[in-house]
């Protein structure tokens, strides 16, 4: 091959070689810029992320789509109105009598502005045996409307719900002999239950103490070792494999669980006894004497 020949080769090579990117659609590749420049400033030039705009907590009245909240005052005013003229057919807290259920009432439920409420009172229902109140203002039925829409928020907010501080059932009388009767050969007024009144202070809360209640202190038993000891102290383990018991000298021991036996005193057997005799009267009575230890 002669000079010539081979410089000519090696110049069609060159130029079908840079040709090739074209040829294929595909960009230069910089080996400068396989990663972006690092500059300081460029960071502390970058706008601030928005602040996080605050949540805001819903109401349970909002969130249960009860509408608009009813005037207070209104139906305060509303509420002997609706006593003295609607009760006796309706009930009390317009829960149903004779006449139907105004709480779960469909139009009271949807009326708004309580304008069908008080086309309502005007006409009455002579077909279902009501009469017009042709007498009220239109002032008092409108305070009459927001009393029952009051009673439907007071109904399906549970938000608003709260426990009772005062307790108008049982006779405290009978609680005290009732006591005496079945508790107080465990427990003192003057005692462990000293100001038990104070502790539990809604009926409701003591009550469910009463029957439902709970011992989480240490709990103590007795092991009768394999050579026929009885150790009794409080029992720091006990499952299907060990058994280790404290005692009174800050002594721990460990045995295998298979190889002793183990007593463990049921300081509740005196309620479980109970829980199947209990009447309500009871633990009415019960509760309401043992709310008076103060």
């Known amino acids: 091959m002669t000079r010539t020949r081979a410089i000519l080769l090696s110049v069609t090579g060159l130029l079908c070689f840079s040709a090739l990117p074209d040829a294929l659609h595909l960009a230069p590749v910089l080996v400068g810029a396989q990663e972006p ?13 928005p602040a996080r705009r605050p949540r805001r907590r819903m109401d349970s009245h909002t969130a249960l789509g009860l509408g608009r909240l009813p005037d207070a005052e209104a139906a305060k005013r509303g509420e002997p109105l609706y006593n003295q003229n609607c009760l006796a057919c309706h009930g009390e807290g317009a829960r149903g009598g004779i006449g139907p259920n105004l709480v779960r009432s469909v139009l009271v439920l949807h009326d708004d502005d309580d304008s069908e409420i008080a086309k309502v009172i005007r006409g009455g229902r002579p077909q279902a045996g009501m009469p017009p ?37 049982g006779n405290v009388d009978k609680g005290k002999a009732f006591f005496a009767a079945n508790c107080a050969s465990c427990h003192s007024v003057t005692g462990d239950l000293a100001g038990i009144g104070t502790k539990y202070s809604q009926p409701s809360a003591l009550i469910m103490r009463i ?83 103060k």
């Not at 002594?251 to 049921?266: A, F, G, L, R």
């Open 37 to 49: 420049e690092y500059h300081p400033q460029q960071l502390t030039q970058q706008a601030p992320p």
């Open 133 to 169: 109140f042709t007498e009220l203002t239109e002032q008092q039925q409108h305070d009459i409307a927001e009393y029952l829409h009051q009673l439907v928020e007071l109904a399906a907010n549970r938000g608003l719900y709260k426990g009772s501080e005062t307790m108008t059932s």
């Open 211 to 293: 029957a439902w209640p709970a011992d989480h202190g240490p709990v103590t038993a007795t092991v009768t070792t394999p050579a026929g000891q009885k150790v009794t102290g409080t029992l720091e383990h006990y499952d299907d494999f060990e058994t280790t018991l404290k005692t009174d000298d800050g002594k721990t021991s460990t045995w295998s669980t298979d190889s002793v036996h183990v007593e463990v005193p049921d300081k509740l057997a005196g309620h479980r006894a109970l829980l199947p005799r209990y009447s309500d009267d009871n633990l009415h009575d019960l509760t309401r004497y043992l709310l008076t230890i």
